[in-house]
């Protein structure tokens, strides 16, 4: 008897709750009714889930779900009862109210009604991928409109519920990120980082990146987060040719220049439509009528720079000796305590940012690899401009007997994979066709099983080069 009776009641209760009947609903519950919907991060955006104690808390969470719910369908498809306990399965459709988006949901729901006929305690059970998916269908655009709106805190919000710092707009080409970064709003930029915002990607119609965005914007705390979190200084875009030091002169902000040059970023570099660096920038001194003031800072910033870098390569009485092959002043400079690992100013020439070591190998000089070696130099050092390390330099341009010193040094990293096309010294010795290089490579345990990012093997590359039935490709065979 008490099994019909829970039954009755349910029923009765569960008809309320698809017709909307809140009064009802309420009135079934008892005024302890502990009601429990399971909430975590993955669907701590839908509002009304959570445990709620009280009639007035489940008043509350049925209120939230009213804002946000319209219910198109309600069904009791299976009402299982022992006693005072039941267990039953609903079937929802419903749409989410801001979005339009619709979703299904089945529930399995455990009841207890108590001695007044009342619903104690009730919990659900249920997939809530479908209704978070509703609930955040347009999360993208709203944390693109918080952006745009400097509401960190929505934006906080939305980035915690899981939308998408690089999703990109569809009519102005720009990710969140870079949005964010042409706002000139840090502390969102900052936010958008740390959600995994891309400080690499460009905008789909200019292939400007954040930092040129910000640049344009004027505000240095943005471009100090981008410069940071590991953009890249020079970046280039791909219609202009235009970097963010030559944004930030055409843009009139000397202070941001005076950042970016601090950076070492380059002077040397050119448009895309024909000017230098330096011709653009005389150009806009001939032009420009209006914040001229600005523009003579940011010359007197490009002239100290140039000065600053003219010391720094003079200073670099190593580097000259070993760019002219002379091993007695190596010798001597590093007798007087040269910094053997000492890199080369950023002038946008052949030796940027480079190390003595780098350089020597790639130019053939054996004697002073040997005599930098000796002084400790760092055998796998990586210049900027392809992510080689010494290997790499040495067999690219067929030098085996400095293969063959460099092989032999302690720690060396056989290896490698450059930055640029995922290369190792290997491949590259191969792909160059200088066959005693690959061969001191090979006898040194360099591995024959790495690709490089167009898939190929060192075997790959050999074929290619020598051809299938060259004897490096059968030993390469053999050796795999």
Not at 94 to 118: M, N
Not at 219 to 244: M, Q, S
Not at 246 to 251: G, I, K, N, S, V
Request: with cysteine; glycine share 8%; proline share 3%.
């Amino acid at each position: 008897m008490e099994s019909q009776k829970t039954r009755e009641i349910l029923e009765k209760w569960f008809v309320a709750i698809g017709s909307g009947d809140g009064e009802t609903i309420i009135a079934g519950l008892s005024p302890s009714i502990v009601f429990e919907l399971p909430k975590d991060k993955w669907n701590a955006v839908i509002g009304y889930l959570g445990t709620h104690i009280g009639r007035d808390a489940v008043a509350e969470a049925f209120r939230i779900r009213a804002e946000t719910t319209q219910v198109l369908a309600y069904e009791l498809r299976e009402l299982v009862v022992d006693g005072s306990t039941a267990y039953a399965q609903i079937y929802t459709k419903a749409v989410h109210t801001r979005t339009k988006a619709p979703f299904e949901i089945e529930d399995s729901h455990r009841l207890e009604v108590d001695e007044q006929g009342r619903i104690s305690r009730w919990k659900v059970y249920f997939d809530p991928n479908c209704e978070v998916a509703a609930f955040t269908a347009d999360h993208d655009e709203r944390l693109l409109d918080a952006v745009r709106s400097a509401d960190i805190a929505a934006v906080r919000s939305l980035l915690s519920s899981g939308a998408n710092p690089n999703h990109r707009n569809a009519t102005s080409g720009l990710t969140v990120l870079q949005a964010a970064a042409g706002l000139g709003n840090a502390d969102t930029v900052r936010a958008l980082i740390a959600a995994g915002g891309d400080v690499y990607s460009t905008d789909n119609r200019a292939g400007g990146s954040a930092l040129h965005k910000a640049v344009q914007n004027g505000d240095l705390e943005t471009v100090r987060v981008l410069v940071e979190a590991g953009t890249f200084i020079d970046v280039v875009a791909p219609t202009t040719g235009h970097t963010p030091l030559m944004d930030a002169l055409w843009y009139k902000w000397p202070d941001i220049v005076e950042y970016l040059l601090s950076k070492d970023a380059g002077l040397g570099l050119s448009t895309h439509y024909g000017f230098s660096m330096r011709e653009h920038f005389e150009y806009e001194l001939n032009v420009n009528t209006r914040g001229k003031e600005q523009l003579l800072k940011a010359e007197q910033l490009l002239k100290d720079r140039t000065e600053r870098d003219q010391r720094r390569i003079d200073e670099h009485t190593l580097m000259t000796a070993v760019t002219a092959g002379n091993i007695e002043s190596v010798r001597s400079q590093l007798a007087s305590g040269a910094d053997v690992d000492s890199r080369y100013p950023f002038v946008n020439g052949f030796n940027d940012d480079h190390t003595p070591l780098l350089v020597a190998s790639r130019d053939g000089h054996t004697d002073i690899v040997r005599e930098l070696l000796a002084a400790g130099a760092d055998v796998n050092a990586t210049e900027p401009t392809f992510g080689a390390v010494p290997l790499h330099k040495a067999v690219y341009n067929g030098h085996a007997d400095i293969t063959e010193v460099l092989v032999a040094t302690e720690r060396v990293d056989l290896d490698f994979q450059g930055a640029t096309n995922g290369y190792t010294p290997l491949h590259d010795a191969l792909w160059h066709g200088y066959e005693r290089c690959a061969q001191v490579l090979i006898g040194a345990g360099a591995r024959l099983d790495l690709v490089g990012h167009d898939g190929k093997t060192p075997r790959d590359i050999a074929v290619e080069t020598f051809g299938p039935d060259h004897p490096l490709v059968r030993d390469l065979t053999t050796t795999a």
